[in-house]
Structure formats: structure tokens, C-alpha cells
């Protein structure tokens, strides 16, 4: 198929191809052809892509015949087993037209296909530096639904066909591990694409099938603890090496430090136990008795413990045999105690005043965890968790690194300044590090009146130092000269430069600062900070839940007022929906529904396109009725709002 064959298609799109033409021959390009397709064509050519490559040039190298239709790569993969189901499904609606449904992991190879498209264009690997621009590629690229068509593609052999791809995600991480891929006809309009909402399920169903699929071991782990649990009160942790379950009464006899302490050692427990190599949770093996275990890791006999019933798993357990730096013999013969599944009683290690008793949980065969049901040993036997314990949701990679920073930096009673935009939660951290504060709040114009408690050490938080009058910056300045280790924490949000006397303070405090990322910056934080921040729902009724299309909204948006306006989101659903069922990207607000712009907007665009969706929220999402309030035909709507989607 040669550029020269092509079907009646839209205007825009037949300019579209001139300027591919044009560029394909090198010469200057006209005015309006949008920057991102360009920069695909110039992508290709860095490449070393041949436009005019035969159909059997972009198939595996080797291959001697075509496989039929179905056929799927040698290397089955978690998502193809998850998806398999759904797509084999789904492939009846396809007809037996000129079309195709095609299945892609992350690096888009192609694991599975049915149909055909013209110039039967499904190949094993749609990733750019092999086809060139694709809808697979820039959905993987973007985390969003995309569509390339006809001259849009690099290949002439796509020059007739439209495509859309969308990606399929992590149902944990939200990390994309593939698409779903439709191709067809070139359409005579570019958008949507008529299977755009067929795509959307099949990649919806496929994520809800790896959810029904993700770690069966960690869900019975979950399932003991719980168990465990059931009794109001109760002191009880879980642990399986890389998860951990703590109930409020075991928070309050064991600090983090210890939890973690007896996670690291149970870690390496696991290890040993599985001879170095061995995938964590494959279970134990060994036949030593628990009350050599105790004595073997602590010097201190366990005690079977009749009064608990086989399978009531308790995290606590887990983490007291890892307190310990247990290695060698003694990890073999905690493993063998773990092996036998029988509830035992142990001593935790010194400093910590409480007694365990542990259940291995066993799945499959094999044990994968413990649930600990803890016991303080006397009165006043509860660890003040202090200061250092941190809360606060998020396990991205910027948030983990920030809040650790901070947890260390708060071991030593000297200043700390926090940084961050509005709403990153400076204060809880602050809150979170020192429980115990004066505050004083500069933005409510309250002086610095306790800095006399500072200098006798009581721990003082001011916030928005930015706000700060000058004499009491002054004040606060010449107090840490005389005292360098006073107990203060600061938080300050940038915006307009300091002055000179804030500016020494920062610089005095600069040594000791951390700086929170905007949510922005962690959106797989998201759906954990959803969950955190959920009202408690009230007797008989469900706790919120989102689907999938409102989860990859909130994880879209920019959220300019970061985790202040994430709460008030959650807040207003939770006291103001009509409706049950999981929250629908329909009932979000419209900034948030309609996902931030594609492409960088002009002013008057950015100002045209919040006055529109003030307008749709006006009107309750009636399009009809917001371009009517607004003076302009329904269609111009539609165009204005498809071209801030880019």
C-alpha cells in the first residue's frame, strides 16, 4: 500500500496527509499541523524507519509462516491469563469486518490478537522504535485512552486505519502494565473512535480481573488477622515480610521502631529459613519443636497455648520471632515452630514489655506469614509511640523519602523547617512528629508570644512562617542564635521572594529542612490517601468505594490545592451523594472530570475553558443547556471541548 491509495476521509485529516507527504519528502511543513504528531514522524525517522516498509517487514524477525489469528506470544504472562476471558469474550462483537482487538503488555509486545484490520496491520511488537506512532505507544506514553489516525501514523501501511488504545493498570501500584488496542477503517471523523467505549470496558474488566487475581496469599494473611481481630480491643500484628497489620491496642505496647525491628529480623529469618534463594512465602520447612525455637532465638522457652485455635494468625507473632537477629540455627528452627501451625506463647526480646502469642498462617501449603496476639506484661507496660511516628498515607517513592527525612531529622530536639505548597499536609507532619506542640499560626496574625517556652524547651510549632511580621522574625532570629537546639518546628509554603529578615531564618534552617512533593508529584498515592481520608460510614451502610474511570481522573488531575482539596472532595461525596454504588467520574466536579488539558493552553484558552466548565457545573453537566447558557451552538461545545483533550 503506497501513501497514494488512501479512502474519502475528513478535511482535516486530508491536510493532515499532505503534510506527511510533505514531510516524508523533506520539505518545510505548513502552518497548523499540531507539534505532537510532527515530533512522532521525526521520532520514527530517528528510528531509522522505513514509511514504505512491506506488511512481513514489521513481524518477528524469523518468523517463516503467519500464525493464525490467536495465537499468543511463548512467554504467558499474568496479564494475558487475567485478560484471555474478557478478550476471548468480547472477540464475537468484533464481526467480520476490518477490525481487530489486540492485546499489548507494557512494553507493547502483543500477546494476543483476533480480526483483521487493513493491510492487516497487527504485528508483534507496536512499540515506536519498530512501527512508529500508534495508539499502544502513546496510551502507554500518556496513561490515557488515545487515538492515532490514518495519516497520523508513520507507516504507509497504516494510512487507513484508526486505532484506539487504552491502558490497562495495575490494580495496586496503578502502574500500566499493557493496553487494549481496536483498530479499524479509517473513520471519516477522527473522534471518538466508535470502539473507544469498548476498549474502555475490555481494559476496566481486565483490571478487575488481575484485582480478583493480586496476591491470594496477602488476602489470607488479611483473613487471619482479622480473625485474630475480631475481639474489640485486642492486640494483634501481622506481618509476611513485606506487609504489616497492626491493630490500634498493639500500636500502643509496640513503637514503630520496634515493629520495624521485628520486621527487618523476621525478613531475615525468611531468608535463611528458605536457604538464601528462596521466593518469600513459599513456606517453611524443618521439624524442631516451638519450644526450641524460643529458646534457640531468645534463651527463653515457649509455651504452647491451647486456648488458640489453629489458623488464628496473628502479625505480632511474626514480628516477635523477627526482633531478634536471627540467623542460622535459630532461623531454622523459628521456621520449623512456623512449619508446625500450632499457636505457641513466647517472651518478646528485652524493652519490650509484652508476651505473644503466635499462629503461623499457612496458604497452599506452604506458611507465608504469622498473626500475633499480644499481651502486656504488667502495668504501665504500654511504649509511648513518641516522637518519629509518621501516619500519614503515601508509599511513592518522593513521599517515603520526604517523611523519612523528617522522621530522622525529628530523633533531635532542633529546629525543623517544613516546605511545601498549600495543602501538603505540612502541619499533620508536623503534628505527627512532636504530638505535644504549641502552635502559633503567623497567617492569623498571632505574635510570637511563647518563644519564652521555646528558650525552656518546650517544642513550639510555627506555621506559616511566610506570614511572620518582621519584629518577631527578628525575635525568632536572635532566639536561635542563643539557642542553636531549641525545639521548633516551622512550616512555610513559597510564593512572593523573603525579605531580608526571613530570609536569615530560612537560611538558619535550611540545614534541617525537608520539602513535601505536591500531589502531583505521587499520584499513586491517590487511591491510598482515598481510603485514608473516607469518612467512617455510618451502622449497615458501605464505605466509599471509586470505580476504575474515577480513580484514573483523580490520579489525572493537577490538584492544584493538593491534599486539602482532596479531602474536601471526599468530604462533600461522602455527606452529600444520593446514589450507591461506587462514585462515577460523572459525579465528580468538573475540573476533575474533565481531566486537565492535553497541551499547554494559550491564556484566553485556559480562561475559555474554566468559564465552560463553570458552566457545565451551573447546569449539572447538560451540555445542551451550557451552551445555551454560554451563546454557542452545541456543536462549537463539543469541538471546544474535544480540543482541550487534545
Not at 519498530?130 to 505507544?137: D, E, I, L, R, T
Not at 507507516?155 to 484508526?162: E, G
Not at 474502555?200 to 480473625?227: H, I, K, M, N, Q
Not at 488464628?312 to 516477635?320: F, I, W
Request: glycine share 8%; charged share 25%.
Amino acid at each position: 500500500m503506497t501513501t497514494a491509495e488512501h479512502l474519502p476521509v475528513h478535511p482535516a485529516l486530508a491536510s493532515l496527509r499532505r503534510a506527511r507527504e510533505l514531510f516524508l519528502e523533506g520539505r518545510q511543513l505548513p502552518d497548523g499541523v499540531p507539534e505532537e504528531i510532527v515530533a512522532a514522524w521525526r521520532r520514527a525517522r530517528f528510528f531509522g524507519l522505513r514509511h514504505d516498509v512491506p506488511d512481513s517487514a514489521t513481524e518477528a524477525p524469523g518468523r517463516a509462516t503467519d500464525p493464525p489469528r490467536n495465537a499468543v506470544r511463548p512467554d504467558e504472562s499474568a496479564l494475558l491469563a487475567a485478560a484471555r476471558p474478557v478478550l476471548e469474550r468480547l472477540a464475537p462483537a468484533m464481526g467480520t469486518g476490518w477490525t481487530a482487538l489486540l492485546l499489548t503488555d507494557e512494553r507493547l509486545r502483543v500477546l494476543w490478537a483476533t480480526g483483521c484490520a487493513p493491510g492487516d496491520p497487527c504485528c508483534e511488537d507496536l512499540s515506536e522504535q519498530v512501527v512508529g506512532n500508534n495508539s499502544a505507544a502513546l496510551a502507554v506514553r500518556t496513561r490515557r485512552r488515545a487515538e492515532v489516525h490514518g495519516p497520523e501514523h508513520f507507516l504507509d501501511l497504516w494510512q487507513n486505519v484508526s486505532a484506539v488504545s487504552v491502558p490497562v493498570l495495575a490494580p495496586e501500584t496503578g502502574r500500566t502494565v499493557g493496553t487494549v488496542t481496536v483498530t479499524t477503517g479509517l473513520r471519516a471523523e477522527c473522534a471518538p473512535h466508535p470502539w473507544a467505549s469498548l476498549a474502555e470496558a475490555a481494559a476496566g474488566a481486565v483490571e478487575a480481573e488481575l484485582l480478583a487475581r493480586s496476591r491470594p496469599a496477602e488476602r489470607a494473611l488479611l483473613d487471619a488477622y482479622l480473625r485474630a481481630a475480631r475481639e474489640q480491643g485486642r492486640a494483634v500484628v501481622a506481618l509476611d515480610g513485606r506487609n504489616r497489620l497492626v491493630s490500634e491496642a498493639a500500636g500502643r505496647l509496640l513503637s514503630p521502631e520496634g515493629v520495624d525491628a521485628l520486621e527487618r529480623g523476621f525478613a531475615g529469618l525468611l531468608r535463611d529459613a528458605n536457604g538464601g534463594g528462596r521466593p518469600r512465602g513459599e513456606g517453611f520447612s524443618g521439624t524442631t519443636q516451638p519450644e526450641a525455637v524460643a529458646e534457640a532465638v531468645w534463651g527463653t522457652a515457649a509455651e504452647p497455648d491451647p486456648g488458640v485455635a489453629p489458623g488464628a494468625v496473628s502479625e505480632g507473632a511474626r514480628e516477635a520471632v523477627s526482633e531478634g537477629s536471627v540467623t542460622g540455627a535459630a532461623a531454622a528452627a523459628a521456621a520449623a515452630a512456623a512449619a508446625a501451625a500450632d499457636p505457641y506463647r513466647i517472651r518478646l526480646p528485652d524493652g519490650v514489655r509484652c508476651s505473644a502469642t503466635v499462629t503461623p498462617v499457612a496458604h497452599r501449603g506452604s506458611v507465608i506469614g504469622v498473626v500475633a496476639v499480644l499481651e502486656p506484661l504488667g502495668a504501665g507496660a504500654a511504649v509511648s509511640v513518641g516522637r518519629g511516628v509518621v501516619a500519614l498515607a503515601g508509599h511513592s517513592v518522593p513521599w517515603r523519602h520526604a517523611v523519612g527525612r523528617a522522621t530522622e531529622l525529628a530523633r533531635s530536639p532542633e529546629p525543623l523547617l517544613i516546605v511545601g505548597e498549600r495543602g501538603t499536609g505540612k502541619t499533620a507532619l508536623a503534628h505527627e512528629l512532636a504530638p505535644e506542640l504549641l502552635v502559633v499560626d503567623a497567617a492569623e496574625g498571632e505574635p510570637v508570644s511563647l518563644l519564652d517556652e521555646l528558650a525552656e524547651g518546650h517544642a513550639l510549632l510555627i506555621r506559616h512562617a511566610e506570614r511572620l511580621a518582621q519584629p518577631d522574625t527578628a525575635t525568632l532570629n536572635s532566639l536561635l542564635e542563643t539557642h542553636p537546639g531549641a525545639p521548633l518546628l516551622v512550616t512555610y509554603t513559597p510564593g512572593t521572594p523573603p525579605g531580608p529578615c526571613l530570609q536569615r531564618l530560612l537560611d538558619t534552617l535550611a540545614a534541617r529542612s525537608v520539602t513535601l512533593p505536591a500531589l502531583r508529584e505521587r499520584p499513586e498515592d491517590i487511591r491510598e490517601l482515598l481510603t485514608a481520608l473516607a469518612p467512617k460510614p455510618a451502622p449497615g451502610q458501605p464505605p466509599l468505594t471509586w470505580t476504575l474511570d474515577a480513580l484514573r481522573a483523580l490520579e489525572q488531575h493537577p490538584w492544584p490545592g493538593n491534599a486539602t482539596e482532596l479531602v474536601h472532595l471526599v468530604r462533600a461525596l461522602a455527606e452529600h451523594r444520593r446514589v450507591s454504588g461506587p462514585v462515577r467520574r460523572a459525579e465528580l466536579p468538573d475540573a476533575v472530570r474533565e481531566g486537565p488539558a492535553a497541551r499547554r493552553l494559550s491564556p484566553m484558552e485556559h480562561a475559555e475553558r474554566s468559564a465552560i466548565l463553570e458552566a457545565l457545573r451551573r447546569n449539572g453537566g447538560n451540555k445542551a443547556r451550557t451552551a445555551a447558557s454560554l451563546g454557542i451552538a452545541r456543536a462549537t461545545l463539543y469541538r471546544k471541548l474535544r480540543g482541550y483533550r487534545g
